[in-house]
């Protein structure tokens, strides 16, 4: 057990740009987890960069410290499955997601995967539960793939796309697209709106990292969107409004999508 002051799977509410007051689940907490190492990730570099599915923390104790903040009266609109790395990786994701249900069953309940899961049948059946799944695509061939989300062994951006077509097969919700840009991946244009035709998403999210790269693992970093950090951070490189502008206008018109910039 690591010895952060925080000791809670559940954190924030943290206010987002897209959702209004988003309270975080952490299915994974131990250790930063993931199948994706992103250059821009604001854990830090994930200490452990792996596909391994398994209970990474009891259901009983996230509906536990779920519970503490809804006794508390915490404004809330809506649930998040987020934290300290990829939500789906845990194996227990179905039985979280049954559980919130029960103890707040007015609360939407939304997830940000990086999507190599999808193809786990087991996977595809937890989300579709969901009432919006947010997925992330950062680059826009197998090149750029590799440095930016710098995944775990196996892990494809064909393989990614794959999983998102068949999880649309089974679910009829919302799928919205995340994509982090940043001057190493902000160029091919083309590539970029043809993998979000073969999508066709309700809606795409366009960010660039506004919180720095922690160089270290502190659990903090979840829901820490004032950017107040006591610890070593490096700035990353963003692009401008003027750039997320362009883009905006450019994919809006090759792809007929809506496109929601955070510089908005
Ligand atoms: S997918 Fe998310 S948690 Fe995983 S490395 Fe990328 S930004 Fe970090």
């Given at each position: ?21 988003s309270?975080?689940?952490?299915p994974?907490?131990e ?33 536990d ?5 809804l ?30 249900r ?7 309940q ?10 786990h ?7 579709v ?5 947010i997925?992330?695509?950062d680059a ?9 989300n710098?995944?775990?062994?196996g ?5 990614v796309?794959?999983?998102?077509l ?35 998403p ?10 720095p ?24 490189k963003?692009?401008?409004p ?11 018109k ?5 496109i929601?910039?955070?510089y908005?």
């Amino acid at each position: 057990m690591s010895n952060f002051v925080n000791s809670k799977t559940v954190y924030g509410p943290v206010k987002s740009w897209r959702f209004g007051l988003s309270l975080g689940i952490d299915p994974i907490f131990e250790t930063s987890t993931c199948s994706f190492n992103c250059v821009y990730c604001q854990l830090g570099h994930i200490q452990d960069i792996t596909s391994l599915h398994k209970e990474y923390v009891p259901t009983q104790k996230i509906l536990d410290d779920l519970k503490e903040k809804l006794d508390a009266n915490t404004e809330i609109d809506v649930i998040t499955y987020s934290g300290s790395g990829e939500p789906t990786l845990a194996s227990n994701l179905s039985d979280i997601i049954d559980g919130i249900r029960t103890l707040a069953p007015t609360l939407p309940q939304y997830i940000l995967t990086n999507a190599t899961e999808l193809h786990h049948q087991s996977v595809r059946d937890a989300l579709v539960k969901l009432d919006k799944i947010i997925v992330k695509i950062d680059a826009a061939d197998e090149e750029l793939f590799s440095r930016v989300n710098r995944p775990a062994s196996g892990i494809t951006l064909s393989s990614v796309i794959s999983g998102i077509l068949e999880l649309k097969k089974v679910y009829d919700g919302d799928i919205e697209i995340q994509s982090m840009f940043m001057p190493m991946n902000d160029k091919e244009f083309d590539e970029y709106a043809a993998i979000l035709k073969k999508i066709n998403p309700s809606a795409v999210q366009l960010n660039t990292p506004k919180r720095p790269y922690p160089l270290s693992w502190h659990r903090e970093n979840r829901g820490n969107h004032e950017a107040i950090f006591d610890y070593e951070v490096r700035e990353l490189k963003v692009i401008s409004p003027e750039r997320a502008k362009e883009i905006e206008t450019r994919l809006t018109k090759a792809t007929g999508l809506t496109i929601l910039s955070v510089y908005r």
